[in-house]
């Protein structure tokens, strides 16, 4: 089969985007001695149920921004989940 030199070569993908089937819920996790503990960001580290890597005692899967219900600039409140808090 021929194809134009304009256009580039592009082999055809041999792997599917994986799919998210919706929202998923994970497991806040610190470091031992720390109930809330954030980066410099101000992110939290949860393990997802699913993460079978993870062992107890480390931190989890990986570190995720937290959404607050009402913020704005320069107003709103904070809640930093606690450890063993389940988040979506």
């Given at each position: 089969e021929g194809q134009l030199h304009s256009v580039p070569f592009r082999s055809p993908s041999e792997h599917f985007k994986p799919k998210s089937l919706g929202q998923q819920t994970a497991v806040v996790v610190t470091p031992s001695g720390h109930e809330v503990?954030?980066?410099?960001?101000?992110?939290?580290?949860?393990?997802f149920?699913?993460?079978?890597?993870?062992?107890?005692?480390?931190?989890?899967?990986?570190?995720?921004?937290?959404?607050?219900?009402s913020s704005g600039p320069d107003w709103g409140s904070?809640?930093?989940?606690?450890?063993?808090?389940?988040?979506?």
């Amino acid at each position: 089969e021929g194809q134009l030199h304009s256009v580039p070569f592009r082999s055809p993908s041999e792997h599917f985007k994986p799919k998210s089937l919706g929202q998923q819920t994970a497991v806040v996790v610190t470091p031992s001695g720390h109930e809330v503990f954030t980066d410099t960001l101000n992110r939290i580290c949860v393990r997802f149920h699913w993460d079978r890597l993870s062992q107890d005692g480390e931190l989890g899967s990986c570190w995720l921004r937290m959404m607050q219900p009402s913020s704005g600039p320069d107003w709103g409140s904070v809640h930093v989940p606690r450890a063993g808090e389940e988040v979506v």
